[in-house]
């Protein structure tokens, strides 16, 4: 009981000096391969977004590939330096924060978090190629004034093998980027990262099990986020940070709290409902939080009219009843 009582001091002293007025209401913005224009964007103020995520992406031939390839003109242009900052401007243009957050796609798909290298002279070369990575969208993050600068994305094994060299990174981005920064850890990664007092937030990719139901009801969900929420705000507390989740979202199928980080092409039933019912219960359960400073759906794709629909089973929540979920709540915070 002791213990228990220090806990809920701590997370009473950190509310009173660290309360967060304005929630992060954010959407993850996909690179396309064409430019944005204002009907790109008007989709996300109609959802009362009040920021975006900018994915600019590296690529890497497999998991113990050193060599982070990136801003080439084979990539989509969203993808891109040039394509990044045109988002960005755009969406500035209409009052729109942002997250600027590169990303590994390893080929095949396989997972980031597995990533591991062969000897000490890959682990020298992932380590520059890396580093030549963030710091390229760290610059475009201080030159558009961004708000948010995530320095990586689900690299766990990256980050347990080479601490010392994470510890010199982020002083690295902070010599050339003034605003603030997360990490985006893995649902089952971020209680064993090693390096959040560096950082302003806790950032997490919640994509954390709650059910194993068909289609559960919402206090059923509720119910399975107790345990992890315990933990975020016990985190939050010792570490005097507060937690953003750096994504959130549930597949629009059946099973969607199951394993709510699936990303296969399976043909599981579409469930509208299920999705918009674990969408609101993360609304519920979090954004009322002192300790919790807002989140970013995974996923939203430009073009809107053409997103999403009441046959699609993936994440995004567009013209489903999940974007009308979304509507609401980011507009009450």
């Given at each position: 009981?002791k213990?228990?009582?220090?806990l809920?001091?701590?997370?009473f002293q950190?509310?009173?000096?660290?309360?967060?007025?304005?929630?992060i209401?954010?959407?993850s913005f996909?690179?396309?391969?064409?430019?944005?224009?204002?009907?790109n964007?008007?989709?996300?103020?109609?959802?009362?977004?009040?920021?975006?995520?900018i994915m600019?992406?590296?690529?890497?031939?497999?998991?113990?590939?050193p060599k982070?390839?990136f801003?080439t003109?084979?990539?989509?242009?969203?993808e891109?330096?040039?394509?990044?900052?045109?988002?960005i401007?755009?969406?500035?243009?209409?009052g729109?924060k942002?997250m600027i957050?590169?990303q590994i796609?390893?080929?095949?798909g396989?997972?980031?978090?597995?990533?591991?290298?062969q000897?000490?002279?890959d682990?020298g070369?992932?380590?520059?190629?890396?580093?030549?990575?963030?710091l390229?969208?760290?610059?475009?993050?201080?030159e558009?004034?961004?708000e948010i600068y995530?320095?990586g994305t689900?690299l766990?094994?990256?980050?347990?093998n080479?601490p010392?060299?994470?510890?010199e990174?982020?002083?690295?981005?902070?010599?050339?980027?003034?605003?603030k920064?997360t990490?985006?850890?893995n649902w089952?990664e971020?209680?064993r990262?090693?390096?959040?007092?560096?950082l302003?937030?806790?950032?997490?990719d919640?994509?954390?099990?709650l059910n194993?139901?068909?289609t559960?009801?919402?206090?059923?969900?509720?119910a399975?986020?107790?345990r992890w929420?315990?933990k975020?705000?016990?985190?939050?507390?010792?570490?005097r940070t507060?937690?953003?989740?750096t994504e959130?979202?549930?597949?629009?199928m059946?099973?969607?709290a199951?394993?709510?980080?699936?990303?296969?092409r399976?043909?599981?039933?579409v469930?509208l409902n299920?999705?918009?019912?674990?969408?609101k219960?993360?609304?519920?359960e979090?954004w009322?939080?002192?300790?919790?400073?807002?989140?970013?759906?995974?996923?939203?794709f430009?073009?809107?009219?053409?997103?999403?629909?009441i046959?699609?089973?993936?994440?995004t929540?567009?013209?489903k009843?999940?974007?009308?979920v979304i509507?609401?709540y980011?507009?009450?915070y």
């Amino acid at each position: 009981m002791k213990r228990l009582g220090l806990l809920f001091l701590c997370l009473f002293q950190f509310s009173c000096k660290s309360q967060i007025e304005d929630k992060i209401n954010g959407v993850s913005f996909v690179g396309s391969p064409n430019k944005i224009t204002q009907s790109n964007v008007d989709p996300v103020l109609k959802v009362n977004a009040n920021y975006t995520a900018i994915m600019p992406f590296g690529f890497i031939r497999s998991l113990n590939s050193p060599k982070v390839v990136f801003n080439t003109e084979r990539q989509w242009f969203g993808e891109t330096r040039a394509g990044a900052k045109q988002y960005i401007q755009l969406l500035q243009k209409n009052g729109v924060k942002i997250m600027i957050k590169p990303q590994i796609w390893v080929w095949h798909g396989e997972f980031t978090g597995d990533m591991v290298m062969q000897s000490e002279k890959d682990w020298g070369i992932l380590e520059k190629s890396y580093l030549d990575f963030i710091l390229t969208y760290a610059e475009l993050a201080q030159e558009t004034n961004a708000e948010i600068y995530c320095i990586g994305t689900e690299l766990e094994e990256f980050v347990k093998n080479r601490p010392e060299y994470w510890q010199e990174l982020i002083l690295k981005v902070k010599n050339v980027y003034s605003g603030k920064l997360t990490y985006a850890a893995n649902w089952d990664e971020y209680t064993r990262t090693p390096f959040w007092e560096k950082l302003d937030f806790i950032g997490v990719d919640a994509y954390f099990p709650l059910n194993e139901k068909r289609t559960p009801t919402q206090k059923e969900m509720q119910a399975g986020w107790q345990r992890w929420k315990t933990k975020l705000a016990t985190l939050s507390a010792q570490k005097r940070t507060p937690v953003l989740f750096t994504e959130f979202g549930y597949r629009s199928m059946d099973y969607t709290a199951k394993k709510p980080w699936l990303v296969d092409r399976n043909e599981m039933t579409v469930n509208l409902n299920a999705q918009a019912d674990a969408t609101k219960v993360v609304f519920e359960e979090f954004w009322k939080e002192d300790w919790f400073a807002g989140g970013f759906i995974w996923k939203w794709f430009i073009n809107h009219e053409k997103s999403g629909g009441i046959e699609d089973n993936r994440f995004t929540p567009q013209n489903k009843p999940a974007e009308n979920v979304i509507r609401r709540y980011y507009g009450d915070y």
